[in-house]
């Protein structure tokens, strides 16, 4: 069934847009554990009509199937720019999740408008709320060097918002926009400046935000203190209501670090400091584009998921240690390769728990070799490989 769909999706494609198709394929396959077998797939075609550049994406999982279908379009109008991305769950079936961003510049002034909508929840697809929509609109101005923005929002927010497929295998689809589920009001206003000049050649950034309940966050950066040798750092603050991030960045010749300590400050009523709790700390130096090191140790690994929300430790995992590297490849393109050590209380092997690898390289113009192995200690390792041809 499914090949015959994508037949007649390629020829309705190229009878509408005729010979300005451009598409992508790109597929992976488990070789290990045994037996092989088709990991995933993808599907992409475009073509342009009347000047908007239309088409979709079809993505294909192990025994599950059609898991996600995308449908896009994007296009002009004058100063007026607009893209919108409408997402299908084919194994329910049903519509899930729709996103607009129309965006307008005049007289120094960048207006970014977002529309979210996401449907009720029909298994095996799930997520929070629905069916609710809203918006976000983004105001920018530049003036003498300074930049100023705001940030509105009703029925909606601007942070990731999540849809997970659970059937054979888990899936998810991340979105910018996540339309809260209890209707079309007032969510949230944020106001923010940026290379405000403090002296010294020191300048700093501040903006804050609010709800309807009340403080949201509050965020202030010092850039580029001088230190002494050429050393100058970056220092951020950020408050919210539920946590307390530092973040020092150094930079040297070239160099650039990053220091973040994730806490919370503990007060004790009326106005008393109990204590500082201290979650973790991340450690990352770039030396070069995509060349970088990075340390994450976690006291607090489910805070610190929380703070970033992100799903990176395992069982008990509490550290990582994370390496990337890059090159020239061929035809013009570049070559990665990121490794990925985590680790756990543990006597053995310094507590290694597994290790990661992803390698992609560039065959082709057109033809890019993806490679993945994972290996956990004391478990039975994985390895994947695949391919993006685009057209």
Do not use: H
């Not at 300074?146 to 009703?154: C, D, I, M, R, T």
């Not at 550290?319 to 680790?343: D, H, I, N, T, V």
């Amino acid at each position: 069934m499914v090949p015959r769909i994508l037949l007649v999706f390629f020829l309705f494609s190229g009878l509408a847009f005729g010979q300005t198709l451009s598409g992508s394929w790109s597929a992976k396959i488990s070789l290990f554990p045994p037996p092989v077998a088709l990991s995933s797939t993808e599907f992409e075609l475009f073509g342009t009509v009347a000047g908007w550049k239309v088409g979709g994406k079809a993505e294909f999982f192990g025994t599950d199937g059609w898991v996600w279908q995308t449908l896009t379009a994007r296009g002009e109008l004058g100063p007026v720019s607009s893209e919108w991305t409408l997402l299908f769950g084919p194994l329910a079936p049903a519509f899930l999740y729709a996103l607009g961003k129309t965006t307008l510049t005049f007289s120094g002034i960048d207006l970014t408008f977002w529309s979210a909508m996401v449907g009720p929840n029909v298994p095996p697809y799930v997520f929070t709320g629905g069916p609710s929509g809203g918006t976000v609109l983004e105001l920018g101005y530049k003036l003498d060097g300074l930049k100023l923005s705001g940030e509105v929002a009703f029925g909606a927010r601007k942070q990731d918002f999540t849809l997970l497929y659970t059937g054979v295998g888990t899936y998810s689809k991340t979105f910018p926009v996540d339309p809260f589920p209890g209707g079309f009001e007032f969510r949230y206003l944020k106001l923010s400046a940026e290379d405000v000049p403090f002296c010294c050649g020191i300048s700093f950034d501040s903006g804050f935000s609010f709800t309807k309940e009340g403080f949201d966050a509050f965020s202030a950066t010092l850039k580029s203190i001088p230190l002494c040798c050429g050393i100058s750092l970056d220092a951020t603050v950020t408050f919210t209501t539920t946590s307390k991030t530092v973040e020092i960045k150094p930079k040297w010749e070239g160099i650039t670090g990053c220091f973040t300590v994730y806490g919370d400050v503990n007060f004790q009523p009326p106005s008393a400091v109990e204590g500082l709790e201290i979650y973790g700390f991340k450690l990352r130096c770039d030396l070069a584009e995509c060349n970088f090191l990075e340390i994450l140790t976690a006291f607090n690994p489910a805070k610190i998921e929380e703070i970033l929300n992100k799903d990176i430790f395992q069982n008990e995992e509490y550290e990582y240690l994370r390496l990337g590297f890059c090159g020239a490849g061929c035809c013009g393109g570049k070559w990665q390769l990121g490794l990925s050590a985590y680790f756990k209380p543990s006597d053995a092997l310094f507590g290694l728990s597994r290790i990661l690898a992803d390698l992609s390289l560039p065959i082709l113009a057109n033809l890019t070799v993806d490679v993945g192995l994972s290996a956990p200690v004391g478990g039975l390792a994985s390895l994947t490989v695949g391919w993006t041809f685009t057209f």
